[in-house]
């Protein structure tokens, strides 16, 4: 009886140095018990950053707003190099696929879902090389070619609107810079080939064996 | 109370109230840092035993220097060595002695940065350019992950490894992409994260593991010395200089973030990524801790980190929580996402997503 009346006062003094420290470790992990809830408080008054990624930005971009996101995209038109057509086919084709002429867009093999659904034509307006054309004979620009694929590719152009789908070409901080579908994709042939890896770790290799 | 802390680990070798005052933290008020011959320009020795001290605090410095600094005090002290070894000495000296990274002012930050970028041109002769950039308000950083674009290519290893300064004598990495079998779920155990064939493989999906930047991190409670801590945009970080090594916040990490120097880490000198930052990609030593950082020295500038620029698929989206109309909050509120072990609590800021 006597020993622990002794010993209480200790018990009491440790018990509340436990609590203090435990308090102080609480204060001390912020207040949000979920990264979700300390994003949504802390964007709540956001009022932008101080620095931005123009410094990045290293080619022609064009502003874009596509499905309500405000973005800028690289110009393609000056990457392109576009000749009217005329100036080569003056003859029908089959003569023009003899020797000695001088070969243009031969070596473009078109892989672009099958032949009964695409073909030069869906997307190149023969009569006017300078420009694209919609499923609809719309004139499409060569700067927004994504319009193009959008007709298709809806999710993906969705997606890529809001900054899910697709590649950064700035930095993180504003203005956001997105690739367009053609900086990643060739159009003629989109889909990505399989190949070698870009990094091999030979030193795990031997250490695992 | 930030102040006091502060020197809470220096040893105040000149007056204090010099060194304040000096913008880069050679010691001197005025002119540049380059040249040493000043008045007030104390030399090793005198550094030593030029100080007001009772005589047990005499006694705890002299065993300080005894232990570490004898040699430095020897060529400080020394009339034949040259003016470059003794600023070196002098260097050597008080980035022995200098305070936990966390706890600086901005003024000891920039003192550090200046002295480290010096003792490399000491070194090699050749500039660098180190940051002691902090914080940038209204930033979270946050991080995403397409597993349906992977295709394994593992650019963003390589990528990873030239921007971070890695030790390419152990091929240290910070990224890992694990090819795993279609149907059978996230089964790291029967993974392969040292693939080395025609990817993508038939059969197989790609996913990457790196430091998630957890906002509730085990790693940076465990560490005895606080050498790890998370900043305020949500960067959790290493000062490389206050770690012991004792791997402690390894073995705390759930998903294997961490790396270890077990050897002088060796990057050939052509190779070294001269933008760099205190508590980034600076170059290491043997015996600390080392892990990804979300590529502090281009994140904290407005880049991207080094992966997402190199990523051929557009797999890796990195931006900033904060902002609502960035690319990762996108991705958060219009895509399923999910983390890695989420029940554990830790609050992984890297969240994985498909299609």
């Known amino acids: 009886m006597m020993h622990s009346a002794s010993r209480n006062p200790c018990c009491i003094i440790f018990l509340l140095f436990l609590f203090c420290a435990c308090k102080q470790a609480d204060t001390k992990r912020e207040k949000y018990p979920t990264i979700i809830d300390k994003i949504q408080a802390k964007s709540a008054h956001y009022d932008g950053v101080s620095i931005s990624s123009n410094p990045y930005i290293s080619e022609e971009t064009i502003a874009v707003i596509e499905k309500g996101h405000h973005f800028l995209i690289p110009a393609r038109k000056n990457r392109v190099a576009l000749r009217t057509c005329a100036i080569c086919h003056s003859k029908p084709l089959p003569e023009m696929r003899g020797e000695g002429l001088k070969r243009a867009h031969w070596n473009i093999d078109l892989h672009h879902a099958d032949s009964k659904t695409m073909r030069c034509t869906t997307c190149h307006d023969p009569g006017n090389p300078a420009q694209l054309r919609s499923l609809t004979g719309n004139p499409i620009d060569f700067n927004k070619s994504y319009r193009l694929c959008s007709q298709c590719h809806a999710e993906q152009f969705e997606d890529w609107a809001g900054g899910a789908h697709g590649k950064s070409a700035g930095g993180w901080a504003p203005p956001r810079v997105s690739m367009t579908c053609v900086n990643c994709h060739n159009p003629h042939a989109p889909r990505f080939g399989s190949r070698w890896p870009t990094w091999y770790n030979t030193r795990k290799a031997v250490e695992r064996k | ?117 010096r003792a490399y041109e000491l070194r090699t002769g050749k500039t660098i350019h180190m940051s002691s950039k902090n914080a940038e308000k209204n930033v979270l950083f946050g991080y995403a992950f397409n597993i349906s674009k992977c295709r394994g290519y593992m650019n963003c290893v390589a990528a990873c490894v030239k921007e971070n300064n890695q030790d390419r004598k152990s091929h240290m990495q910070y990224i890992r992409i694990h090819e795993m079998e279609d149907g059978k779920g996230f089964k790291f155990n029967e993974a392969d994260d040292n693939y080395y064939h025609e990817v993508p493989a038939a059969g197989h999906f790609y996913m990457g593991t790196q430091c998630f930047h957890c906002d509730n991190p085990p790693c940076t409670k465990v560490c005895p010395v606080q050498a790890t801590w998370q900043e305020e945009d949500g960067l959790v970080v290493i000062d490389y200089d206050w770690c012991i090594g004792c791997r402690y916040c390894m073995a705390a990490c759930p998903y294997d973030g961490r790396r270890f120097n077990w050897n002088k880490p060796e990057v050939p000198e052509e190779e070294v990524n001269k933008n760099q930052h205190y508590l980034g990609n600076r170059l290491r030593k043997k015996g600390v801790m080392e892990k990804c950082t979300f590529c502090i020295q281009r994140s904290r500038a407005g880049r991207n980190p080094a992966c997402v620029d190199a990523c051929p698929t557009g797999a890796r989206v990195f931006g900033n929580l904060l902002d609502p109309d960035s690319s990762i909050r996108y991705v958060l509120e219009n895509k399923k996402v999910f983390r890695l072990k989420e029940d554990l609590g830790t609050e992984p800021k890297f969240w994985y997503y498909v299609d």
Request: aromatic fraction near 6%.
């Open chain 2, 1 to 117: 109370m930030r102040d006091k802390k502060s020197n809470w680990f220096s040893l105040n070798l000149k007056s204090s109230t010099k060194r304040k005052a000096s913008p880069c933290g050679c010691g001197r008020t005025a002119g540049s840092c380059k040249g040493s011959e000043s008045p007030e320009h104390k030399d090793g020795f005198k550094q030593v035993f030029d100080v007001k001290m009772g005589r047990r605090k005499a006694f705890k410095k002299l065993t300080a220097s005894l232990l570490s600094g004898a040699g430095l005090v020897d060529t400080s002290c020394s009339l034949t060595t040259g003016q470059s070894a003794k600023e070196k000495a002098q260097i050597g000296w008080e980035e022995l002695f200098k305070g936990n990274y966390k706890l600086m002012t901005d003024a000891e930050k920039r003192a550090t940065v200046q002295r480290l970028t």
